[in-house]
T-cell receptor
């Protein structure tokens, strides 16, 4: 089955700096790659996603890049703010993403004021 | 208001005592899933359902049962809970052909 590895497990950055979280996946048939943000005590929420026919996608301060050849994808957050502090999960799926979604182990991002 | 609800939100129980965690959604979504979240392990899928009476195993189905008799409900059943099932459980739903999963608020289960 699919295996998703996520690094780093913890990340601290100064407010205003950029943060990058990386994930690799094992199944070349995977075609949908979402990123979820989970604030302390809250439920995970989708923040951005990318499909295999796209190499990069941006939404304001966040962006995701996908390298299908190398089977890895990354989340980039620019101009970080205190409210970006959370746990971020990457995931991969072969379907529409709502059938069998395999998650990474999460990255705890802390923004230092 | 679009909602995914779970009950109970918190539960402390003893080994072997059967329990059910309910999940209900009012969005008419076809897909529903159960995940467990454990520190350092992320979210792992237990079971998922693509529609009424259609369920399939996720990555960690052992010790769990599910049923999907109605579109809006997807209960998670632990017939004989054990301490290694102590975890935070999330239900999630999505529309057929769509991508985003909507998570419920979570159920924190402790088995002693």
């Amino acid at each position: 089955g699919e295996n998703v590895e996520q690094h780093p497990s913890t990340l601290s950055v100064q407010e205003g700096d950029s943060a990058v979280i990386k994930c690799t996946y094992s199944d070349s048939a995977s075609n949908y790659f979402p990123w979820y943000k989970q604030e302390l005590g809250k439920r995970p929420q989708l923040i951005i996603d990318i499909r295999s026919n796209v190499g990069e996608k941006k939404d304001q301060r966040i962006a995701v890049t996908l390298n299908k050849t190398a089977k890895h994808f990354s989340l980039h957050i620019t101009e970080t703010q205190p409210e970006d502090s959370a746990v971020y999960f990457c995931a991969a799926s072969k379907g529409f993403g709502n059938e069998k979604l395999t998650f990474g182990t999460g990255t705890r991002l802390t923004i230092i004021p | 208001e679009a909602q995914v609800t779970q009950n109970p939100r918190y539960l402390i129980t003893v080994t072997g005592k059967k329990l059910t965690v309910t999940c209900s959604q009012n969005m008419n979504h076809e897909y529903m899933s159960w995940y467990r979240q454990d520190p350092g392990l992320g979210l792992r899928q237990i079971y998922y359902s693509m529609n009424v009476e259609v369920t399939d195993k996720g990555d960690v189905p052992e010790g769990y049962k599910v049923s999907r008799k109605e579109k809006r409900n997807f209960p998670l059943i632990l017939e004989s809970p054990s301490p290694n099932q102590t975890s935070l459980y999330f239900c999630a739903t999505s529309r057929a052909g769509a991508y985003e999963q909507y998570f419920g608020p979570g159920t924190r289960l402790t088995v002693t």
